[in-house]
């Protein structure tokens, strides 16, 4: 039994035709797409450093997110106390440690790392938010799709070009700086800076960090 490749059929098709209007809706919808896409939140570490003479599992970690904003660091805080949870980490968030300190802030911190019991402190301030236009030129693009024939009585595949024109979007960059450090020597031992575009709420870009960061500590080998 023999078999041949499949053909690429290519129609002429004439403007009005039920096709072509269907061709131009569905150019439309993949601009449309494409606009969507670009709206939609995404967390990345954009830099890792690792001292990997102190890579090793730690056992109790504090959290610390330094923020003028009492309400901004307990969701962080939250956030990364139930990540490290998950991951089999005994960790306590700054506030709990610290509940009569309203103002929380390095000095603090380092003041108090005496009175803390724990292996590590890992700590994210705010590096900055910038906005960004980017330009995205026009270009064609091959789309698939299926259309029933009802004189052969079966589906053949047509690929036929849509033109998806020019745009730009506008896009919010938030950019973070998150620190493991070991609280005995308080040497640096982990250091990563993340960048978030759009974020849809403030939930949500804690929560992608600290899965970004949870990634980033199991592979340099703090976290299993």
């Known amino acids: 039994m023999t078999s041949t490749a499949p053909k690429i059929i290519m129609y002429e098709l004439k403007p009005g035709s039920r096709i072509t209007c269907f ?3 569905r150019a439309w919808l993949a601009t449309i797409a494409l606009l969507l896409l670009g709206a939609c939140s ?3 570490l954009t830099s890792v450093w690792v001292d ?3 890579a090793a599992p730690v056992q109790s970690v504090l959290v610390v997110g330094i923020s003028d904003d009492s309400h901004k660091r307990k969701i962080y805080e939250d956030a990364f106390v139930k990540m490290l949870d998950e991951k089999g980490v005994n ?3 700054g506030y ?3 509940p009569q300190e309203n103002d929380f802030s ?3 911190l380092a003041e108090n790392l005496s009175s803390v019991d724990v292996d590590a402190l890992l700590v994210t301030h705010a590096l900055g938010v910038d906005k960004e236009s980017v330009y995205h030129p026009p270009r064609m693009e091959a789309v698939p799709f299926r259309y029933y024939d009802s004189f052969r009585g079966y589906y053949r595949t047509v690929y036929d070009y849509v033109h998806v024109p020019g745009y730009t979007t506008n896009h919010v960059i938030v950019r973070l700086e998150t620190n493991l450090y070991d ?3 308080q040497a640096l031992m982990w250091s990563a800076q993340s960048k978030t575009i759009d974020p849809d709420s403030l939930e949500k870009l804690i929560s992608e960090l600290a899965a970004e960061v949870s990634r980033g500590l199991t592979e340099a080998g703090f976290i299993r």
Do not use: I, K, W
Request: charged letters at 35%; hydrophobic letters at 35%.
């Open 23 to 25: 061709n131009h809706l």
């Open 42 to 44: 995404s967390t990345e």
């Open 52 to 54: 990997e003479d102190r």
């Open 91 to 93: 960790a306590v968030a």
């Open 96 to 98: 709990v440690q610290f």
């Open 106 to 108: 390095v000095e603090t």
């Open 183 to 185: 609280r005995r020597s």
